[in-house]
């Protein structure tokens, strides 16, 4: 690979690395705003939830538009209404005092983030035209994804502790850097900047989507359900380590940081040995899904804090095997046309899964720990036996592993233009 395009890919990285810090950073700080805005955990918990609700609607329409205008012209002025949001929310915070200005932010830099981290993935695509290549520039970008959520509880609570709004006026700095490394290194080659003579119709994507339903539903079930057990157990363990074995600041942080390191080793390797084999494609997404229920069954059952910590660190492994694989399946399946609005809507569904995951754990967490990871449990075993039965591969002309179709012929598929 070029030096420029290694550069290239490094700018995009710093996208969901960015945006992904703009929300788990949060994690720490909830109890936190909980004391400083009298405040209870469900209140609380709508931080996160508002952030991803909004992105849920706008996700999908930042891809669609993406795909007519082009990715950068979508991306850059998305990272500046995030650096808004994240600005107003800690005003929100640290000059007026008020939760409802807190949420009215990140309402706003929930906005933004629909129209950056979800186009990040059909960059890669556009900028890079080896397969091999691309299966391992989406593992980095979902290794950076994770990264950020590795760095989020520390800097979360390592901002937090000298002043409880900092985490929100990070945002605007964060975006200002990737904003302008995006802008300098990312070339996009030229007959793929410029506008597609015939932009994807709405007609046409929900044709395509009707006719791969079978293992794109997978794929987006088992995505939603990685970000909800992900992001529940998170907000669920931070509160355990505060409210009953009183960790509190940076300690915490790097409590919370183990499981998000092992789910971001597990996403880099899963990244490299997944290549551009749709067979180990599905066996990373299926065999990460056992893993992460695995983990859940075994958060169920223990008491203690160390018990705890490593369950839910390896349902991180199990999550870091699954999110490059689907990423992947994705991405290598669908035309470039198609791709940016087809990533939309898998990136919706994930979002859907962080805005549901804290603020259900905060209802269940009163009916105890085994509610709350009886739930996980069940949700990766059925993501999981789904995506058993509904992703079909078989191999193509070359010896290669690729999609198949559904129905009787049951024959390899590479999508390519309209269905």
């Not at 808004?84 to 309402?107: D, K, T």
């Not at 056992?290 to 223990?302: N, T």
Request: charge should be positive.
């Amino acid at each position: 690979m070029q030096v420029s395009k290694r550069w290239g890919i490094v700018s995009i990285a710093t996208i969901p690395l960015i945006i992904t810090l703009g929300n788990a950073m949060m994690i720490p700080v909830l109890p936190i705003l909980q004391r400083q805005l009298h405040i209870n955990a469900v209140q609380s918990s709508l931080v996160i939830t508002a952030y991803s609700i909004i992105a849920i609607v706008l996700i999908p329409v930042a891809g669609f538009i993406s795909d007519r205008v082009g990715r950068k012209r979508v991306i850059l002025p998305a990272l500046g209404v995030t650096a808004a949001g994240g600005l107003i929310a800690g005003m929100g915070a640290s000059l007026l005092h008020s939760y409802g200005w807190i949420l009215a932010g990140r309402f706003i830099q929930g906005a933004g983030s629909a129209g950056a981290m979800p186009i990040a993935m059909p960059l890669v695509g556009d900028m890079l035209k080896r397969d091999e290549d691309v299966s391992k520039a989406l593992g980095t970008i979902e290794t950076s994804n994770t990264l950020g959520k590795v760095l989020s509880p520390i800097l979360g609570a390592a901002l937090a502790m000298w002043v409880f709004s900092l985490p929100f006026y990070a945002i605007p700095v964060l975006c200002l850097i990737s904003g302008s490394m995006v802008a300098l290194c990312v070339r996009v080659p030229k007959h793929d900047a410029e506008k597609p003579p015939h932009p994807v119709r709405v007609a046409v994507l929900l044709s395509l989507l009707r006719k791969h339903l079978r293992w794109l539903s997978a794929v987006f079930v088992m995505g939603a359900s990685a970000m909800f057990v992900l992001f529940g157990t998170l907000v669920y363990l931070s509160d355990r380590l505060e409210s009953t074995w009183n960790l509190d600041g940076i300690l915490k942080g790097l409590v919370l940081a183990v499981p998000l390191c092992c789910l971001c080793l597990t996403s880099y390797l899963v990244g490299h040995i997944i290549s551009d084999r749709a067979r180990r494609m599905k066996y990373a997404t299926v065999g990460g899904g056992f893993v992460a229920c695995g983990g859940s069954v075994s958060g169920a059952m223990v008491p203690g804090a160390f018990s705890l910590a490593m369950s839910v660190c390896v349902i991180g492994i199990g999550i870091g095997a699954v999110l490059p694989a689907v990423d992947a399946l994705i991405t290598e399946s669908i035309d470039k046309e198609q791709r940016g609005s087809i990533t939309s809507v898998y990136t919706s569904t994930r979002f859907l899964g962080v805005a549901a995951g804290p603020f259900t754990v905060s209802l269940l967490s009163a009916l105890g720990q085994v509610w709350v990871f009886g739930l996980m449990a069940s949700l990766c075993l059925l993501a999981a036996l789904y995506s058993m039965w509904a992703i079909k591969v078989g191999a193509d002309g070359h010896g290669r592993t690729k999609m198949m179709q559904s129905g009787a012929s049951r024959r390899p598929i590479r999508v390519k233009g309209m269905p």
